[in-house]
């Protein structure tokens, strides 16, 4: 069984201020971790993806997550929050390269000027 | 980037009517798949397919059908629309053999069964 927890529904951020969306997972076995994001309107488009190797992963935009299998986390986060990165944020598990994904609830990120 | 495209865009209607949701890509990926989305709540895979003629189930239960004739076009059937019904739907393909694969998304239909 695979499961995903985003800590805080709704985030809000000062324009330039640290992004920190948490995440959280269950995986029995080694997890497959991805970061999707939904502007207003449009459907989602991947950030950043974790499978093997380097624990930290960067993506677009100038987003970047850690995968801690101790603390079983792939927070995403950003330096400096500008005004286009309010968006939701989704974060996700699969189990293999080939298995379905499965989605945490969302964060909504708002940024304020 | 994207290149799947969902239609309508947002869809209201009254209880009883069939309604089919359009999604089709121009990628020509294997995999394509249907999601649920409520404000609040996770994204639920109600139904994939893995290729011309295959269908399957996702993890949440639905009483939508789908079909898979063209690798491109996925369409999605409600045969009789019912209030409980009203949600967004999400339509998304990827590429096999990649690992850790990417999906790409449609924008979605909005729809609301009154």
């Known amino acids: 069984a695979q499961s995903v927890t985003q800590l805080g529904s709704h985030v809000s951020v000062s324009e330039g201020a640290l992004v920190l969306l948490r995440c959280n997972y269950s995986?029995?076995?080694?997890?497959?971790l991805f970061w999707y994001v939904q502007y207003p309107n449009q459907g989602l488009q991947l950030l950043l993806k974790?499978?093997?190797?380097?624990?930290l992963v960067k993506g677009i935009n100038g987003f970047e997550a850690e995968f801690k299998k101790s603390e079983t986390s792939f927070h995403l986060t950003k330096p400096s929050a500008h005004m286009s990165d309010a968006a939701e944020y989704f974060c996700?598990?699969?189990?293999?390269?080939?298995?379905?994904?499965?989605f945490g609830k969302g964060t909504l990120l708002t940024v304020n000027p | 980037e994207a290149d799947i495209y969902q239609t309508p865009r947002y869809l209201v209607i009254g209880t009883g009517k069939k309604i089919t949701l359009e999604c089709s890509q121009t990628?020509?990926?294997?995999?394509m798949y249907w999601y649920q989305q409520d404000p609040g709540m996770e994204l639920h895979l109600i139904h994939y397919?893995?290729?011309?003629?295959?269908?399957e189930k996702g993890d949440l239960s639905s009483e939508s059908t789908v079909s898979r004739i063209r690798t491109e076009h996925f369409p999605l059937t409600l045969e009789s629309a019912r209030p409980s019904h009203t949600s967004q739907y999400l339509c998304?393909?990827?590429?096999?053999?990649?690992?850790?694969?990417?999906?790409?998304f449609g924008s979605g239909t909005q729809l609301s069964v009154l």
């Open positions: 998304a393909s990827s590429e096999s053999g990649t690992v850790g694969e990417k999906l790409f």
């Open positions: 995986s029995s076995v080694p997890p497959y």
């Open positions: 996700a598990v699969s189990r293999s390269s080939n298995y379905k994904l499965t």
């Open positions: 990628m020509g990926h294997d995999k």
């Open positions: 397919s893995y290729g011309v003629n295959s269908t």
């Open positions: 974790y499978t093997t190797g380097a624990t």
